[in-house]
Every structure is written in C-alpha cells, then in structure tokens.
C-alpha cells in the first residue's frame, strides 16, 4: 500500500485549480519548473539556516505538500490538455530526483541522523525512482509501488520536518530512523523491478 493510491482523489480535487492554469496559458513543464527550483531553494534555506533556528524546518510539511500539488497539476497539465512532450518526460523525471535529494540532504547536519544513511537515503531514492521510469522501456508501464515511493517519502519527510519544527524531543531510537528508510526504499525498487518484470 502507498500514499500513491490517493492520487486519484487529489486530482479531483486539483481539476477546477489545473483549469484555471489551462486558461491562463500555464503549462505542464512551466509548473514542473518551478516546482524543481522551489524544492532546491527551499532544500538550500534549510542546508545553510536551519542548523541555526530549527523552526525553519515547519517550511518542509509545507512544502511537500504544495510539492505533491505541483506534480498533480504537471501531469494532469500534460494528459488532459495535450501538453505531453518528450522534454516534459525528460523534466519530470529528472525533477523529482534532483528536488528529493535537496529536500532530504539538510538532514544530515541534524543529530542523531549520520550523514552516510541521508546520504544512503537519497541514493536509494534516485535508484528507485530509475527503476520506476524503467517501466515503459521493457513495454510495462510506469511503476510507482510501495512500500516508500515519492509520495510516502513525502509524507515521512514532512511529518520529520514537523516533529523537529516544534521543537519536540528526538528519542534515542530515532537513529534508525534513516536506515529503516533505507531498507524501506530498497524492498521499493525490488518491488518495482519484479512487478515491471510481472507486467511485460
């Protein structure tokens, strides 16, 4: 099971939003733009401030959440208005990966996360996010399985944001935390993988 099943809803709840942007002429790639450089600013916001004022790390629940709208409203930009390109393919691809890497690298200067499981982490992401867009190439379709997919990646990654936000008390068992991502993400890209196999 992944947040991913509840697409569809949000989607609904985006269509009036998504042709509002139709009209004004906005399209897919713009939005898939500027959702790209808005994670990496606020990636960068947290990388350089934040080890001084935890409260900076209320902007990632935020964002994330605004982020998953972006990626709603580019896709449904793109099948539902005619705005499919091979360059708006190239762009969502290469927009989710490079906006979780920023987005989960100020981590790693908070105690008690080590820099070599963020770092894991991200690594992990990029791979399974590959191994997703892998799909289409061996005649299955674009996979997007759980356990630790973009969207519950999101969902973890905000809820941490939050939880250091606040100022609440880091458990000792929260160490683990990254590596139990780590793990999380890998049954994710072999679920993938044998699911895109299964399908083709």
């Known amino acids: ?9 949000f989607q609904n709840l985006l269509r009036p939003l998504v042709r509002q942007l139709h009209a004004a002429g906005v399209t897919a790639n713009q939005v898939t733009s500027i959702a ?13 401030l934040a080890a001084g004022d935890r409260r900076l790390f209320l902007l990632l629940p935020l964002w994330m959440f605004l982020r998953m709208a972006f990626n709603a409203i580019d896709g449904m930009l793109a099948r539902e208005f005619g705005q499919k390109s091979r360059l708006g393919a190239m762009l969502n691809e290469l927009g989710d990966v490079v906006s979780d890497a920023a987005l989960y690298a100020p981590f790693a200067l908070l105690a ?57 008390p ?31």
């Open 1 to 9: 099971m992944s947040i991913y099943a509840l697409k569809p809803a």
């Open 36 to 48: 790209t450089l808005a994670s990496v600013g606020v990636g960068a916001l947290l990388w350089w």
């Open 112 to 168: 008690p996360f080590h820099p070599a499981w963020v770092a894991a982490v991200i690594v992990l992401a990029t791979i399974s996010e590959f191994a997703g867009a892998l799909g289409p190439s061996i005649g299955a379709e674009r996979r997007y399985d759980g356990p630790m997919g973009k969207s519950d990646r999101a969902a973890v990654f905000g809820a941490l944001g939050l939880w250091i936000g606040v100022g609440a």
């Open 170 to 200: 880091f458990p000792e068992l929260l160490h683990w935390l990254m590596p139990l991502i780590a793990a999380a993400i890998a049954w994710t890209i072999v679920r993938r993988v044998r699911n895109a196999l299964a399908s083709a």
